[in-house]
C-alpha cells in the first residue's frame, strides 16, 4: 500500500432528504420509526487507487459528487460507510474562503492555517515572504479577509495551499476565479510539484487542461465512479455521456461501466475525438529549452555574461501591441547587452498557453544563424517574425540567450513569462486557426545604444 497515496474502499455518503422541516420533526419525534426521508447517495461504493506522484483528474457533472469525495478526503466531511486511507501531509484549495477566519487578516490567517496544518510560528515565519510574494495582494494583506475580493480570496488561498510543501495537494475548481496571469502562476507551480513528486488531485470542468496536465483522469455520475484511465480516453466518455440524449444516458452509463478500457481504445482509433488534444510541431532545440523548466510569471534568470531588456511585440511597421489578430504577422523583439566576450551566442523565443504547453518557438542554433564572437559591452536586437496563426486565448513569450563563455557552453540569460498577449479573431473569422509557426529571425547591431 506504500506506493499509494490515495486508497478508498467502498466509500459511500449518504444525506437523508426530506420534502419538508415539519417531516424532520415528524420522524425525529415519531415513537414507531416510521421514516419520512428517502435517501441521496452524493457516494455510493467508492474504490479508488491513486499511486505516489500521478496528477489525477475528476470529471462529472454537476452532482456528480466531486465536491463530496474531496472534503472526505480532506476531512471536512465524514463518509456513511467505506473506509479511505491518505499517506502523506495533504494540504486542499476546496470551495472559497474554505479554512479562513473571516475576522482576522489576511497576514493573521497564513499563521492560522498553517498552526492547523501542523506547522509552528517560527516555520510560518520562514515561509511568509514567500506566500505574500506569490499572493500578489498588496496592502491588502493586512486587512480583515471579510474585505477580500474572489481572487483575492483564491490568491492567498493558493499560495497557503503550495507553500506547505505538501505530499498531496487537492484543489477543486477554486483557479477558474482567479485572472489569467494568476492562473498562469498557479499552473506554473503545480507542475513545479508535479516535478518534484507531488501527488495531485485536480476537479476542473476545463477538460482541455485535464489532458495536459493528468496522467490519469476519473469519472463519476450520480455518485458511482464508473470509469478511472488516461485522460484521452476518458474525457472522450465523459462528453458523450454529457452530450447525450437523456433517454440513451442509462444506457451509455452502462456501456462504460461495462466496457473495458482495451477494447474501447482499440475501437476509439476509428472515431473522432471531441477532446483530442493537438499534436504541436516543435521548433527549438530541446537543450536550449527544457520543457519542465517553468516558474513564476516574468521570472528572470541571473545574467551571465549578458542580460535581456526592452522586450516588446510589435507589427511589422513598429507599433508595440499586446493584441495580436489572427492570421496577422508580428516580430517579437528584444535588446541584449553582453557583458563578456561570447562565442557562439545564440537567441530564443518560445511561446505557452496559459497552463504553459509549449506551442512553439525558434532558436538560431545553427552556426550560420547566431553570432560567432560577440566583445565585450556590444548591444544587439533581435527580431523573430511570426505568423500568428493562434486560437483566441493569452499566450506567454520566453526569451533567452545562449553562449560560450570562458570556453563553456551555457545559457546567458533566460526569462520566463517575459511578455503576456492576447489572440483576438478579425470580424466574421470563423475560428478554426491551428498551430503554424513559420518563424523568421533578424540580429542588428546597436552600435549607437546608450549603456543600460
Not at 517560527?122 to 494583506?141: L, Q, S, T, Y
Request: proline share 2%; glycine share 8%; aromatic share 10%.
Amino acid at each position: 500500500m506504500n506506493q499509494f497515496a490515495v486508497v478508498t474502499e467502498n466509500l459511500t455518503k449518504i444525506y437523508k432528504l426530506y420534502n419538508s422541516p415539519s417531516d424532520r420533526l415528524k420522524e425525529t419525534f415519531n415513537l414507531f420509526k416510521k421514516k419520512y426521508h428517502h435517501n441521496f447517495y452524493a457516494l455510493n461504493n467508492i474504490s479508488l487507487k491513486i499511486e505516489k506522484g500521478k496528477t489525477v483528474g475528476i470529471v462529472g457533472r454537476n452532482g456528480a459528487g466531486k465536491s463530496t469525495l474531496l472534503k472526505i478526503l480532506t476531512g471536512v466531511l465524514t463518509p456513511s460507510s467505506g473506509s479511505y486511507h491518505i499517506n502523506g501531509k495533504i494540504s486542499s484549495l476546496l470551495e472559497l474562503g474554505a479554512g479562513f477566519n473571516f475576522d482576522l487578516t489576511g497576514l493573521e490567517n497564513i499563521y492560522f492555517n498553517g498552526a492547523v496544518l501542523g506547522y509552528t510560528k517560527k516555520e510560518m515565519e520562514e515561509k511568509i515572504d514567500d506566500i505574500i510574494k506569490f499572493a500578489e495582494i498588496g496592502e491588502f494583506i493586512h486587512q480583515k479577509v471579510k474585505t477580500y475580493s474572489s481572487g483575492m480570496f483564491v490568491r492567498l488561498a493558493f499560495s497557503v495551499a503550495i507553500s506547505i510543501n505538501p505530499d498531496i495537494l487537492i484543489v477543486d475548481e477554486a483557479l477558474s476565479v482567479g485572472d489569467e496571469l494568476f492562473q498562469r502562476k498557479c499552473f506554473s507551480r503545480i507542475r513545479e510539484l508535479k516535478k518534484k513528486g507531488t501527488t495531485i488531485i485536480i476537479v476542473s470542468h476545463g477538460t482541455d487542461i485535464l489532458v495536459q496536465l493528468c496522467d490519469e483522469v476519473m469519472l463519476l455520475d450520480n455518485g458511482e465512479l464508473l470509469l478511472q484511465g488516461k485522460p484521452k480516453y476518458v474525457i472522450g466518455k465523459y462528453q458523450k455521456l454529457l452530450y447525450a440524449d437523456p433517454e440513451k444516458k442509462e444506457i451509455l452509463k452502462n456501456e462504460i461501466l461495462n466496457s473495458t478500457i482495451q477494447s474501447d481504445i482499440q475501437t476509439e482509433k476509428n472515431e473522432d475525438n471531441i477532446n483530442a488534444p493537438i499534436s504541436y510541431p516543435k521548433h527549438r532545440s530541446e537543450s536550449f529549452f527544457d520543457p519542465l523548466l517553468v516558474s513564476k510569471s516574468s521570472q528572470s534568470y541571473t545574467p551571465n555574461g549578458c542580460h535581456i531588456y526592452d522586450l516588446k511585440l510589435t507589427t511589422l511597421d513598429g507599433k508595440q501591441v499586446n493584441h495580436l489578430v489572427g492570421r496577422e504577422k508580428y516580430l517579437f523583439r528584444y535588446k541584449v547587452k553582453f557583458d563578456h566576450e561570447i562565442f557562439n551566442a545564440r537567441f530564443g523565443m518560445l511561446i505557452k498557453n496559459i497552463t504553459g504547453i509549449e506551442l512553439g518557438g525558434k532558436t538560431t542554433d545553427h552556426p550560420d544563424q547566431g553570432l560567432k564572437t560577440v566583445k565585450k559591452n556590444e548591444i544587439y536586437e533581435i527580431c523573430f517574425c511570426f505568423q500568428c496563426f493562434l486560437l483566441p486565448g493569452t499566450y506567454f513569450i520566453n526569451a533567452g540567450v545562449g553562449g560560450k563563455i570562458n570556453g563553456r557552453d551555457t545559457i546567458l540569460h533566460r526569462i520566463l513569462d517575459a511578455l503576456a498577449f492576447k489572440v483576438v479573431m478579425q470580424e466574421k473569422e470563423l475560428q478554426t486557426l491551428m498551430i503554424d509557426f513559420n518563424i523568421e529571425h533578424k540580429i542588428n547591431s546597436l552600435k549607437n545604444e546608450e549603456s543600460v
